[in-house]
């Protein structure tokens, strides 16, 4: 049973809450592999009295560090890390650190599928019934159109294998109508018209948690700044419900009738409960999870990653797309099971739950 590796030195906090984390996850049945300095892992495993294997890795790329440094620094534990998913001796890698850094890592050792352009993150979005998925989540700030098309194309099949028949795909923009956006919308639009997808067209923000699609496709530098709009929004949201309920007696009698739908629905908005998000299109399973993670999100991002790997659905994803590259001459630009009508419904099947999460991203690699 191949363990999942972790990036235990990747974090804000890392490694005391990646550590931390990890023995949380292990306790749970998720086999690990620990990648970082050997002394610190050591010293943060007895502080919480526990014991897991460690692959001995010098440095980590900082946040302020340019992503052109890891060509220089394989030693480093992200770069260690992604060595040992390529020769397959983990079944998956997360990554807490520097978003630009695992993307660049993952493009380095492991490649890209055929005709790809550029990986994209994978964001899951929850609302009133099940999530919204949204790509891309920060891993490219600037992009081209042919590239939101391919992001459609591979969260579109990520969401079938997952179980859900026929995706609805739409667009973000200012409105709703084809000739609304900017350049990058309006060509991206008309691509994705004839692209082999249940496309709905264009949404607006509002569209991101009413259910009207299953799938949100922009660039990665708005979907982050959705992500972190979104986190920030339901904290104050919380936080005003809590705030009325405290201002009264009756208030405060009423917080105790509905304390525990309360709790259920801040767990459903904490971001740390989606540990992790997909990094697809990359030649093995890499999740990369928020920098500011706590042990708690870090327990959930290695469940997520082992739940992923023995579901098979990464490796059916890259399945998919290199036959169906190959039948189009390796462009990636008719990957897909034939177009489905437009503003067609989505409908759940019974397969693994696709995941994400959110991250502060850089669109440079090598």
Known sequence: MKPIALDAMGGDRAPAVTVEGALRAARQGVPLLLVGEPEQLRAELRRCQGDLPIQPASGVLRMEEEISALRHRKEASIMVAMEFLRREEVAGVVSMGHTGATLAAALLVLGRFPGLERPTLL?????????????DGGANLDCTPQWLFQFALLAAHYAELA???QPKVGLLSVGEEAHKGN?????????????PLNFYGNVEGRDLFSGAVDIVVTDGFTGNALLKMAEGEARAILELIRDELSTSLRGRLGGLLIRTPLRALRSRLDPAEYGAMPLLGVQGLVLVGHGAADAHAVERALDKAWRLSQSGLIPSLRQRWEALSEGQGGRGRGVGRGRSSQRGEGQRGSGPGPAGSGEEASQKDS
Do not use: I, K
């Open 123 to 135: 964001l899951e979005l929850p609302r009133r019934q099940g999530h919204t998925l949204l790509v």
């Open 163 to 165: 179980g859900l028949h």
């Open 183 to 195: 350049a990058l919308v309006r060509q991206a639009h008309a691509l994705l018209e004839q692209a």
